[in-house]
């Protein structure tokens, strides 16, 4: 089950690799041709996205420049300039990138185009704060590790920004940008993807106090100053193309489940609670069906949250799999796995976890003891001592996580 569980995610993730997606948005842009063009990408995949902007456009582009995360650039591109930076909490090169990105941009007139390739990862990968520098990273790791979700993140993160919230775009003008968006936000809210570098706010002031009281973020006078400014609310230079979400993975893992003869059946593309609730419902999933007479696969996207109490290392796919472990303990010919499309789940090098009905007993037999590893969040240990880790490597893409249940019959 595990080779099936593998062919399905690698699949997946082919499907929603960023290349295509920009072709097509491409396809529907028209671009000046008197006038300057810039491309901006900024994201986990910003290289293939600026890769293919590379490929399609070739001369056409006077300057560009990629800003992605340490390991994710695979060499030089034509006319653009490579950056790798932090994540997911920014670091000096994000604002270092971040400043040449604006510096390309600061003097386009009417005529210019920006085209901006946005992808995961950009709140903290695109960045230049209006607070010192070591503020905004220590609010950034107090959320991060706090049980807020990415939109609850990112409206708080997105007003100490001087590129998120829409004013990227204001700082091109009158330059018109073609924002060519790769969604890993449920529901590809415009202004959360990356924080909205390109897109008015639609979030308030109040959301985000009541958002650092709730997770008891600690602020400086600075930092509350700008909580309360007002965004920005319109943009008149952006036209936005959205070319991949979660839905496209869900899509995908239909396709190729149905292929190995599973009925496949999308339970949701919007899963957003806490990882290891979301584990324990997947295996209440499992044993509700193994009466079933036909081979079954269960499909949940979206992306949950850790809230991070333990000292272990793992990510959230991996809690998942590691909190699904006991409840299919019993089960017959059974798995469940989940996995990061960008391949790289948490501070880890897994993409995420697998367990099987076999794994409960490969952990006690390992001397690992289950409910410790997992209430010090410690699941990539665990998980490798049983062969259960998924490892992808970097894969360029970003648009959240799948978690799959697989019965066969």
């Not at 396809?27 to 008197?34: A, F, M, N, R």
């Not at 419902?281 to 079954?296: C, G, P, T, V």
């Not at 367990?355 to 007993?361: A, G, I, K, L, N």
């Amino acid at each position: 089950m595990i080779e099936d569980a593998k062919r399905i995610m690698e699949a997946a993730i082919q499907d929603v690799m960023p290349a295509q997606g920009v072709y097509r948005a491409l396809d529907q842009i028209t671009l000046p041709v008197d006038g300057k063009l810039v491309v901006i990408a900024a994201g986990k995949a910003a290289w293939e996205m600026g890769r293919a902007a590379s490929v399609r456009l070739g001369a056409l582009i006077d300057e560009g420049i990629v800003i992605t995360k340490y390991g994710y650039s695979k060499g030089p591109l034509s006319r653009f300039e490579i950056y790798e930076a932090g994540h997911p909490v920014p670091d000096a090169n994000s604002f270092l990138a971040t400043s040449r990105a604006l510096a390309m941009v600061e003097k386009l007139g009417e005529k210019d185009t920006v085209l901006f390739l946005l992808s995961g990862g950009g709140s903290a990968l695109f960045e230049y704060p209006l607070v010192p520098e070591e503020e905004l990273i220590s609010v950034t790791e107090q959320l991060l590790g706090s049980s807020a979700n990415i939109v609850e993140i990112n409206t708080v993160r997105k007003r100490l920004s001087a590129v998120k919230a829409g004013r990227f775009a204001l700082r091109c003008a009158p330059a018109h940008v073609f924002s060519v968006v790769l969604s890993d936000v449920i529901g590809d809210p415009l202004d959360m993807i990356a924080s909205g570098p390109a897109y008015p706010d639609l979030s308030t002031s109040a959301q985000a106090l009541d958002i650092c009281e709730r997770y008891g973020i600690r602020l400086s006078r600075e930092s509350l100053f700008f909580l309360r400014e007002r965004t920005v609310r319109e943009i008149h230079n952006v036209t936005t193309y959205v070319t991949g979400s979660v839905r496209e993975l869900c899509h995908s893992a239909c396709r190729t489940a149905k292929g190995l003869g599973y009925k496949p059946v999308v339970l949701t593309s919007s899963l957003g609670c806490e990882a290891r609730e979301a584990g324990r419902f997947l295996s209440s999933i499992a044993r509700e069906y193994q009466d079933a007479e036909r081979s079954y696969a269960f499909l949940a996207g979206g992306e949950t949250m850790v809230h991070v109490k333990g000292s272990g290392r793992g990510g959230r796919n991996q809690e998942i799999a590691l909190a699904a472990a006991e409840g299919i303990a019993r089960c017959d010919h059974t798995c469940i796995f989940s996995f990061a499309s960008d391949g790289v789940d948490g501070p880890t090098d897994a993409a995420g976890g697998y367990v099987d009905e076999f794994t409960m007993d490969a952990l006690e037999k390992a001397g690992v003891h289950y409910r410790n590893e997992l209430e010090n969040n410690n699941s990539y240990e665990a998980l490798k001592k049983v062969g259960g880790l998924l490892m992808t490597g970097p894969t360029g893409t970003k648009v959240n996580d799948l978690s799959v249940i697989l019965i066969r019959r």
